[in-house]
């Protein structure tokens, strides 16, 4: 929804709105406020990824032709590799995702409980997404200020301009079908068996709560608009060589080819100055320390979660107000299960096929406002060093083996649900003075009580499903994330119907700030 006039009614047309970030909810708000006619001034510090290598090649090809095919997969100081001991995570990103990670001058925070990542490239932390595109049901919306019946032409809006692939599966108790489905993607042998197998044992699984389906994916699935259809080449971890996996960038590169839209890079937005209730200016850092005053009429803060909630507690803190905490920081906790398709050994694995998530499996936790999603991984492509030094035998014995069952190897991603708690916080707390501003982010995350049991019923469940899909659970090697490793931030300033301090209205106006979205 674009941003209204000052006064409440409708902007006029050609009115301006400045927007803080380049992620997923910046481009395409800055889309939707662009086509109701406003005009779009877009601040970002915007890390550009590198160029594609030889996009007509697939995964196989690469490692037959490149000069150095290690270089590109592993990275020239070998940095995409986890190293035996590195217990904070079951896996690592490739030398070309470095740039949507690359920290910028004067940012600083602090966390205690929390693993936060942040990101200060074109597009976002989407750049390294996995394309998963679920929409809230309406159990999962019952504490918000409205319900699925009015997201859902929104639903369908953004499945119309990036390419959303599904069906209607008996997933569709949790996660309901909007308009503008493609169809799924073919399935993998791998991934072919165990839905097969589902099919088989349907009853019997739904007989447990479970149900198991297609997963919602923003891989196009047929030509449109200049990108092509998934070829399959199993290069999406390294990036997708042909733009069918959607990443925000897209949007950004069709933005800036209209009128209306003006991009500014380089760009680290600290804080904003107001007055009588109203945002004046705002305040950016450049890269060389020159720091810029913009003029506004309304502002937009979409910088993550996390950035953007300390550049509203920064703001306060300068203008001389109390700075709150923000209570009520949410994640998903997720577990990596692997397993083995016993139908699956020593098969070959399928190289040219689509590298993500193709099925997922859901059920409920204590209440159906406590889903639980499982995102199923059918092994092929992907880095499989972190899995074969967990294999309790020495080096030569685990790649013997591994070689064996690596067609049937899969990873159930399983995110279980948060609430809002008083005892998980941002705020800010003071800093070495270097020029940036003398402050840095705080963050601290304690898990809910309920945490233990919920993580025991999930991955019990998890377990015995699998098993009635004819796979096992290697014993020791399931790896719970650090909290904060989903990116699915939220709770800090809630949109509400009552007007109460830091919270937003319903269509996400800050209280305090008439001119503050």
């Given at each position: 929804?674009?941003?209204?006039?000052?006064?409440?009614?409708?902007?006029?047309?050609?009115?301006?709105?400045?927007?803080?970030?380049?992620?997923?909810?910046?481009?395409?708000?800055?889309?939707?406020?662009?086509?109701?006619?406003?005009?779009?001034?877009?601040?970002?510090?915007?890390?550009?990824?590198?160029?594609?290598?030889?996009?007509?090649?697939?995964?196989?090809?690469?490692?037959?032709?490149?000069?150095?095919?290690?270089?590109?997969?592993?990275?020239d100081d070998y940095s995409a590799v986890l190293f035996p001991g590195d217990a904070s995570e079951y896996y690592g990103f490739p030398p070309g995702k470095a740039y949507v990670f690359e920290g910028v001058p004067g940012f600083r925070w602090n966390a205690t409980g929390f693993a936060p990542l942040f990101s200060f490239a074109q597009g976002g932390l989407a750049q390294a997404w996995t394309g998963?595109?679920?929409?809230?049901?309406?159990?999962?919306?019952?504490?918000?200020?409205?319900?699925?019946?009015?997201?859902?032409?929104?639903?369908?809006?953004?499945?119309?301009?990036?390419?959303?692939?599904?069906?209607?599966?008996?997933?569709?108790?949790?996660?309901?079908?909007?308009?503008?489905?493609?169809?799924?993607?073919?399935?993998?042998?791998?991934?072919?068996?165990?839905?097969?197998?589902?099919?088989?044992?349907?009853?019997?699984?739904?007989?447990?709560?479970?149900?198991?389906?297609?997963?919602?994916?923003?891989?196009?699935?047929?030509?449109?608009?200049?990108?092509?259809?998934?070829?399959?080449?199993?290069?999406?971890?390294?990036?997708?060589?042909?733009?069918?996996?959607?990443?925000?960038?897209?949007?950004?590169?069709?933005?800036?080819?209209?009128?209306?839209?003006?991009?500014?890079?380089?760009?680290?937005?600290?804080?904003?100055?107001?007055?009588?209730?109203?945002?004046?200016?705002?305040?950016?850092?450049?890269?060389?320390?020159?720091?810029?005053?913009?003029?506004?009429?309304?502002?937009?803060?979409?910088?993550?979660?996390?950035?953007?909630?300390?550049?509203?507690?920064?703001?306060?803190?300068?203008?001389?107000?109390?700075?709150?905490?923000?209570?009520?920081?949410?994640?998903?906790?997720?577990?990596?299960?692997?397993?083995?398709?016993?139908?699956?050994?020593?098969?070959?694995?399928?190289?040219?096929?689509?590298?993500?998530?193709?099925?997922?499996?859901?059920?409920?936790?204590?209440?159906?406002?406590?889903?639980?999603?499982?995102?199923?991984?059918?092994?092929?492509?992907?880095?499989?060093?972190?899995?074969?030094?967990?294999?309790?035998?020495?080096?030569?014995?685990?790649?013997?083996?591994?070689?064996?069952?690596?067609?049937?190897?899969?990873?159930?991603?399983?995110?279980?649900?948060?609430?809002?708690?008083?005892?998980?916080?941002?705020?800010?707390?003071?800093?070495?003075?270097?020029?940036?501003?003398?402050?840095?982010?705080?963050?601290?995350?304690?898990?809910?009580?309920?945490?233990?049991?919920?993580?025991?019923?999930?991955?019990?469940?998890?377990?015995?499903?699998?098993?009635?899909?004819?796979?096992?659970?290697?014993?020791?090697?399931?790896?719970?994330?650090?909290?904060?490793?989903?990116?699915?931030?939220?709770?800090?300033?809630?949109?509400?119907?009552?007007?109460?301090?830091?919270?937003?209205?319903?269509?996400?106006?800050?209280?305090?700030?008439?001119?503050?979205?």
């Amino acid at each position: 929804m674009a941003p209204q006039g000052n006064g409440g009614g409708r902007a006029d047309g050609g009115a301006r709105v400045h927007v803080v970030g380049a992620g997923p909810s910046a481009l395409h708000f800055a889309q939707s406020a662009l086509d109701s006619g406003m005009r779009v001034t877009l601040l970002d510090v915007g890390h550009e990824p590198p160029p594609v290598v030889a996009p007509e090649l697939s995964f196989a090809g690469l490692k037959r032709e490149l000069p150095d095919p290690a270089e590109y997969f592993l990275g020239d100081d070998y940095s995409a590799v986890l190293f035996p001991g590195d217990a904070s995570e079951y896996y690592g990103f490739p030398p070309g995702k470095a740039y949507v990670f690359e920290g910028v001058p004067g940012f600083r925070w602090n966390a205690t409980g929390f693993a936060p990542l942040f990101s200060f490239a074109q597009g976002g932390l989407a750049q390294a997404w996995t394309g998963g595109a679920f929409p809230f049901s309406a159990a999962e919306l019952a504490d918000f200020p409205f319900g699925y019946d009015e997201l859902r032409p929104y639903y369908d809006l953004v499945a119309a301009r990036i390419g959303v692939n599904g069906a209607e599966d008996d997933l569709a108790r949790w996660i309901p079908v909007h308009a503008h489905l493609e169809e799924p993607l073919p399935l993998d042998e791998h991934g072919a068996k165990l839905h097969e197998r589902y099919l088989a044992k349907r009853d019997a699984i739904r007989g447990m709560g479970v149900a198991l389906g297609r997963t919602r994916s923003a891989t196009l699935t047929r030509d449109r608009d200049g990108r092509p259809a998934c070829n399959r080449s199993g290069r999406c971890l390294w990036g997708c060589p042909t733009h069918s996996l959607y990443t925000p960038r897209l949007t950004l590169l069709e933005l800036r080819e209209r009128d209306g839209f003006e991009y500014l890079p380089d760009r680290r937005v600290t804080h904003f100055e107001s007055s009588d209730g109203v945002v004046r200016r705002v305040v950016a850092r450049r890269a060389d320390g020159e720091v810029e005053h913009h003029d506004v009429d309304r502002l937009v803060l979409a910088a993550g979660t996390l950035s953007s909630c300390g550049i509203w507690l920064e703001s306060l803190r300068r203008a001389g107000e109390p700075v709150p905490r923000l209570e009520g920081l949410m994640d998903n906790r997720q577990v990596l299960v692997p397993f083995v398709n016993l139908a699956m050994l020593r098969r070959p694995y399928e190289p040219s096929s689509f590298q993500y998530h193709q099925l997922a499996l859901g059920f409920e936790g204590a209440s159906e406002k406590e889903y639980v999603h499982g995102l199923v991984t059918t092994l092929k492509t992907a880095l499989i060093h972190p899995i074969v030094q967990n294999v309790p035998f020495d080096l030569r014995t685990a790649v013997g083996i591994f070689r064996n069952v690596h067609a049937a190897l899969g990873l159930v991603n399983v995110n279980l649900h948060d609430d809002r708690r008083a005892s998980s916080w941002v705020g800010l707390e003071d800093g070495p003075d270097d020029g940036g501003g003398g402050s840095r982010l705080r963050v601290h995350y304690e898990p809910s009580p309920a945490e233990p049991a919920n993580l025991r019923r999930a991955l019990r469940t998890t377990k015995q499903v699998l098993r009635k899909l004819g796979c096992i659970v290697p014993p020791g090697m399931m790896h719970v994330r650090p909290m904060g490793a989903s990116v699915h931030y939220a709770g800090l300033l809630p949109m509400t119907a009552e007007d109460r301090p830091c919270t937003t209205t319903p269509d996400g106006r800050a209280r305090g700030h008439e001119n503050l979205w």
